[in-house]
Each structure stands twice: as structure tokens, then as C-alpha cells.
């Protein structure tokens, strides 16, 4: 094999390396960089750690986002891959511009110093969105969870407002008619 062939596959593994680690949009995840995996209709976060690892928090047992009740989650380190599987995936820091993120170190530090500790999972409450997030900012949050309590107020706000003017028109519709002789 030549000098040449072997630069040449050292070159194409390294370009393979490099895509496993950049997102959909062409970003590469770094250190302490929030995940957000894609799948349908919710996403599942993850902090990533480095060499193509991250740091997840999910309810064993079922997929991330199907369970509402407060049960036993596990904190995992595996390959981003896998954890994203055919899902797309990209590097979230919204929060950034609201929360000042910890240095990347000490979100790594703290990530993986909790793989294996067993948390309470809950899907409104701590789930992994709010894992992910308080490990970056030292705040617990999901944005998919207050999108969907304000999706919420929203519809159920709309519909007493709808419904008002019926129940008034109904209301009036029983009231006694006066004759006009």
C-alpha cells in the first residue's frame, strides 16, 4: 500500500469520525453541549461529553417521554449513534441567552459523575430535558414541558371564551318572552 492510500484512508476515517459528531445542520458537538435528538413528536435530550459519547437521563423500560408518573430513571453514558439511532439530532444551547452556561469541564465532570445513579423520572416534572439543561446551567428546565402547559391554558382558555357567547344565547333563549300586544 502506498504513502498515498494510506493518507487517503486515514483521511476518510477521520472525515467519518468527524460526521458522527456533527449534527444536522453541519455543527460539531463539543464538550457540555446540549443534545436534542428529534423524534417526532417530542425530543430527548443529552449532554455530550466528548469522543463521540453522552450523557442521557431516560425511565427504563420505556421511551423517553411516555411516562407521566413519577418511576425510577437511570443515568447513562453511551455513543451519541446510538442513543440517536435514525433520529436526527443537533447541538441546543438556547438557553444560552437566557442562563449563563457552566465551563464545559465542570458540566462533563458533573454529567458523568451521576452514570448509573438512579433518578426519579417524571414526565412533566424531571424528565430529560430537565436533566440535561440543569446540568449545563445548574437549572432544571424543558421547554417542551411549558410549550405544552401553554399549548394547553391556550386551547382550554379558547374554548371557555368560545363557548361563552353560546352559553349566553342559551341562557337568553330561556328567558320568558314578553308579548308585544
Known sequence: MSIFSLINVSISSLAHLLKKNTDKDG????????????????????????????????APNAQSGSSSGGVDGIVMKEKLEDVAGKDKWRVNNSLDKKYKPLPPDKIVKKACSLDGVSLKYHLTKYNCEHFATEMRYGKAESHQVLQTVQSTVATVAGNAVGGIPGIIITLIGLLPQRSTS
Open 27 to 58: 455543527k460539531e458537538a463539543k464538550p457540555g453541549d446540549l443534545i436534542e435528538i428529534i423524534r417526532g413528536n417530542y425530543s430527548h435530550w443529552a449532554v455530550y461529553v466528548g469522543n463521540g459519547y453522552v450523557i442521557h437521563f431516560g
